[in-house]
């Protein structure tokens, strides 16, 4: 118990309040930070002003600008974690992704595969990446592997910590 107390008296109140509404950590994660219970930060942010609803405009909420259009709104502190861009509307995602570059054709994806294989044993379930978009252009530097379609799909969404499993680009000849 006295232990608790003395690392009670060390952490400031103004550091719980930075660690909650500028770093976004949740409240569990600042306790464990700071050795202290979950509840104690809880009550600490209530004192301090904070809003601690879990709803809109609450403790649980980020305010973010969209990647595309600047407009800022507001998303859940999760969801702010896990991108690195965020997009107010399937609009501004979809302009985003736009690639005038892009060009579908299912043999050089065929080719692609091909190429790949001299230089990593690709297995049925990796996707082969074209990184501008033109499957016509099948220069192995141009040329990544990931390890399934999601992991593809969350990189084209910006998800944070998608590697390839393989890229072009590393292999030198």
Known sequence: MFLRKSRKSTLRPQDVVVMSTVQHLAPS??????????????????????????????ATRVMVECS??????????????????????????????YNPNYYQWRHGTRIARVIVSQYFNILPEHVVHHKDGDERNNDRSNLSVFASQSDHTKHHRGINGIKPLWDGRMITS
Not at 76 to 86: E, K, L, V, Y
């Open 29 to 58: 994660e600042i306790a464990l930070i700071s050795g202290v219970s979950r509840q104690w930060v809880w009550k600490i942010l209530r004192q301090n002003g904070v809003n601690t609803a879990k709803g809109p405009g609450g």
């Open 68 to 97: 595309t259009c600047g407009r800022v709104y507001e998303v859940t502190r999760r969801r702010w974690r896990d991108a690195t861009n965020h997009y107010c509307s399937k609009d501004c995602y979809y302009a985003s992704r």
